[in-house]
């Protein structure tokens, strides 16, 4: 990942993702910023949502939910 000066700060620069229509998907299995630091998601011309998403497995699914309940 690279990183960039967004608005006078650093930060991990996210490109890519699938466009489409308006918005812009990005898929991650792992996403994590540390304390203190940034993350931009560069945002091509006519987009209007950059909508993330985690995927994660249903064996972690299941430890998380029964951690909560």
Do not use: K
Request: glycine content about 8%.
């Amino acid at each position: 990942m690279r990183r960039a000066v967004v608005r006078g700060r650093a930060a991990d620069l996210i490109e890519g993702g699938a466009a489409r229509g308006q918005n812009l998907f990005h898929s991650f299995q792992e996403f994590s910023i540390q304390e203190g630091d940034a993350a931009y998601f560069a945002n091509p011309t006519n987009i209007l949502r950059i909508l993330p998403t985690l995927r994660i497995s249903l064996a972690v699914l299941q430890g998380i939910a029964h951690r909560i309940f």
